[in-house]
């Protein structure tokens, strides 16, 4: 199976009412909504108005809390990563965009302060992580809706539980549900230096997958990026995290033969090089451009050409099966077989030079903001 790094692209308006913070889960995943606090509360927030260039369009707010009703729970948010998807909706180029005003981030850990009459799943004191897109993971404090958290264990690494429901549950799932891939054979992927290519690398070698990782020549070598000089050496250290079983690094300006010629020497390659019927993946387009396929691969190998987008994963599942997985990677997490990329921790304040960062993949860090 050949993964690959395709956004879809839609827009959306409306205007700040000042004074209000999102109360994140009282409505649908996808539309929360503004509301007043009977008992306000000071709390700050990384908030866009509009769409456009994020370092222009976000803004730090002095916000207030809403109340805690008796289905809600008041979680301070302990760490958020920037994901190129952030960036993505910010600028209003993603397949889902929440209503403006909106706080920015998906993703990240906070924990429970305080929990409203009828919450029974969670506790003051637990970690959680958000279950669904849109609500926004970007501020210091927040009051959810029960139903919208995830409970995850409180031993396993900040910036891993910060960094685990996006790109792991992406890729382990891209691994899962396209091929009935055995112990032994060989998963190929490009932009192997990102989130989601670090994490196929650990979960493959989890599952006696082989993984062959494609990386462009201007993001290696270079400080924690995976290197073409790793080729035929010990596992090499990507990110702080060893890549486990890595069979083969590969670079993207290799001429085409010398790749070819690279993948028919690994055994197990179910990439439509060598046996029928591989299927190539795509995740996302950080470059924009059209994915292109070789039509001989189409007609001789029967290739398959597919798309996975983990939010219409977790719509076409439900919240219950989202919740299993992250289970299974949090067992991953204790047997030392998933760990974060290497992070660097900002404080919501510096977030215009972490934005910018954050605008240029590959090339650095993941920046996370640390409440």
């Known amino acids: ?76 948010m302990l760490a958020a990563p920037i994901n190129p998807s952030d960036i993505n909706m910010i600028q209003g180029n993603y397949g889902f965009l929440p209503k403006l005003p909106a706080i920015g981030g998906n993703e990240g850990v906070g924990q429970v302060v305080a929990v409203g009459s009828s919450v029974t799943r969670v506790k003051p004191g637990d970690w959680v992580i958000l279950a669904h897109s849109g609500l926004g993971t970007w501020r210091t404090e927040a009051v959810f809706s029960e139903e919208a958290l995830i409970r995850v264990p409180s031993d396993i690494p900040l910036q ?12 382990y799932r891209m691994l899962m549900d396209f091929e009935q891939l055995q112990p032994g054979d060989s998963v190929i992927q490009n932009a192997s230096n990102s989130g989601v290519g670090q994490a196929v690398i650990q979960i493959a070698a989890a599952l006696g997958l082989r993984t062959i990782n494609v990386v462009r020549d201007r993001t ?11 080729v035929g050496k010990a596992p090499p250290s990507c990110c702080g995290t060893w890549l486990y079983k890595v069979s083969l690094v590969l670079s993207q300006s290799e001429p085409h033969s010398s790749l070819i010629s690279k ?39 029967d290739v398959k050409l597919r798309g996975f987008w983990l939010s219409q994963w977790k719509n076409d599942h439900g919240t219950d099966h989202f919740k299993e997985l992250i289970l299974t990677l949090c067992h991953l997490v204790h047997q030392g077989k ?32 640390i409440m």
């Open 1 to 76: 199976m050949w993964v690959c790094c395709a956004l879809r692209w839609s827009r959306t308006a409306a205007r700040l009412r000042p004074g209000l913070l999102l109360s994140a889960g009282r409505c649908s995943p996808a539309a929360a909504s503004y509301s007043a606090s009977a008992e306000p509360s000071q709390v700050q927030a990384l908030v866009y108005e509009h769409h456009g260039h994020p370092t222009k369009a976000i803004e730090l707010k002095n916000l207030e809390l809403t109340a805690v009703g008796g289905s809600d729970v008041h979680v301070k």
């Open 338 to 369: 998933l760990t974060a990329p290497t992070c660097s921790e900002v404080p919501l304040q510096d977030y215009n030079h972490a934005l910018e960062t954050a605008m240029h993949p590959f090339t650095s860090s993941k920046q996370i903001f």
């Open 160 to 171: 891993t539980a910060a960094t685990l429901s996006v790109n792991p549950c992406t890729a």
């Open 263 to 301: 993948l028919q020497k690994e055994p197990g390659s179910r990439d439509g090089n060598k046996g029928p019927g591989g299927t190539m993946v795509t995740y996302g387009g950080m470059a924009k451009q059209p994915v292109i396929a070789s039509v001989s691969l189409f007609i001789f190998k």
């Open 220 to 230: 290696c070598p270079g400080p924690g990026l995976l290197s073409t000089a790793s």
